[in-house]
């Protein structure tokens, strides 16, 4: 599901596929099941990060490269 700000959305297409065509710099595929638009990150933790008041898992491979991103030291 495509999960927005607003509404949740079917999408009939696998995650790689679906991010292939959205801006890299901003979309990040930051768990086996999760993709996340770097923008809307409010909280990075450990082991999670926190979208919209929404706690999503986070692999540690993924969380280096999303502060790799966003510019910040881990």
Known sequence: DLVT???TH???TTLKEFL????SEDFLR????YAINV??????GKKEVV???VEIP???TQRTQ????LNISG
């Open 5 to 7: 700000k607003t509404a």
């Open 10 to 12: 079917v999408v009939r």
């Open 20 to 23: 292939d065509g959205l801006p």
């Open 30 to 33: 930051i768990h086996k099941s």
């Open 39 to 44: 923008k809307m990150v409010s909280e990075i």
């Open 51 to 53: 979208v919209n008041d």
């Open 58 to 60: 986070i692999t540690k």
């Open 66 to 69: 999303l502060l790799e991103n």
